[in-house]
């Protein structure tokens, strides 16, 4: 194939904290990459997803959800890394969460210029709409934006409509050689990969508050012919977040590790040794040097 019929673009999914970007990525790739839960601000870095079919690859970027008042470091971090994929992308995919425009997000697509060819609203969660007649006055009011050249409904939980999001973005991107085999998913490392499931398990064992305290490093990372070990620690802020981590003689954090475990074993399709230990470092969520040394680059962001 010539490279003039080949096809290459990046593609950007943002939008509000919890409205189902990660969700919607691993539905149109296929396969969990991204790890979604139901609370709030699960995503941290940006996120590359590659689908390729026939002639066309599609570059898919997942961001941090965008949040207001929250003052810390960490989230002006994650709202930075949002902001700088809005720009320099083929496509842009902003995500709502059923019929709910907001001022916050009239205030994020100000970002984008008016007339924007490339910008794709989706409404997620269509499943969850109850009044189901409410669906097209609301796609007119938000056409009459003049910011997205499609809008489209659809439920990533339930794998409804996402094909049609697929065949608009491929309408879309421009012409270009290939970036990646036709066969890679994921553009990240397995140490990454690592530490995100492990962080997921933690988000959805915990209780509401300590989600964002939570950090984890993976300190070792050691493949050998039948088994990789790996060793991580879990960050927390303050000695009762520990506790709380660690749970009554081990059995939270024994809970985290085996279904840690299992799943790392079954996406690198291994034998996994896991050893996990949970340590106090006060105030990282706020303090610059600290994110910057756990592997949030400030720098990179901008
Ligand atoms: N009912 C329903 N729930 C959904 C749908 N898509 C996502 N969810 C749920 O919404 C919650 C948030 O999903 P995520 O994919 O983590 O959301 P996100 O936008 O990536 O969130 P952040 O990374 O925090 O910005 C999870 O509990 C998902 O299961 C959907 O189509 N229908
Ligand atoms: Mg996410």
Redesign the pocket.
Known sequence: MSLKNKKSGYISIV?K????????LNEILGQKV?I???K????RHRLLGIKTIADSQMIFI?T??FHKGHKRALNQYMNKVASSAMKGVDVLIY?IEGLNWTEEDQELMSQIPEGYETSILVI?????IEQKEDLLPFIGSMSELNKFSDIIPL????KQNVSSLVDSILLKIPEGDHIYPSDQVVDVSERFLASEIIREKCITRVGDELPYRISVAIDKFKEEDKITHIDATLFVEKSSQKGMLIGSSGSKLKSIGTAARLELEEVLQTKIMLNLWVKVKSGWTDDEAMLSTMGYDLGKSS
């Open positions: 939008g904290t919890n409205v189902g970007k990660s969700t919607l991204a979604t839960s139901r709030p601000q699960t995503t997942d941090p959800g995500v997620n969660k269509t499943d969850k439920s990533a939980l339930k």
